[in-house]
Nanobody, 124 residues
């Protein structure tokens, strides 16, 4: 059974930084694309960043380019999201997800497993 456990969320002032981690277990982590999504109150879930199995193909939403960095450590079965220069509009529940395949994707329906989410709140 695949489990994804996020950590690292919290409350931070605008301009600050947070690093989210997502530890995976249950299948061969290094085979699959990993992604981060977020959902703000009253809004639909949106992709934030995705990283294919070897980290050579990375996607970022336009709203986070230059501020967020996705990375993965296959030896630790962990994916990270470093978030810098945070803005109040980044406030959301952040979810990590593991795709069905190794090819890169940002389509939520192509992700098979999801974490429970971690709250990120950015105050102005």
């Amino acid at each position: 059974q695949v489990q994804l456990v996020e950590s690292g969320g919290g409350l931070v002032q605008a301009g600050g930084s947070l690093r989210l981690s997502c530890a995976a277990s249950g299948r061969t982590f290094s085979t699959y694309t990993m992604g981060w999504f977020r959902q703000a109150p009253g809004k639909e879930r949106e992709p934030v960043a995705a990283c294919n199995w070897h980290g050579g193909n990375i996607y970022y939403a336009e709203s986070v380019k230059g501020r967020f960095t996705i990375s993965r450590d296959n030896a630790k079965s962990t994916v990270y999201l470093q978030m810098n220069s945070l803005k109040p509009e980044d406030t959301a529940v952040y979810y990590c997800a593991e795709a069905r395949f190794s090819s890169p994707t940002i389509r939520a329906d192509e992700y098979a497993y999801w974490g429970q989410g971690t709250q990120v709140t950015v105050s102005s």
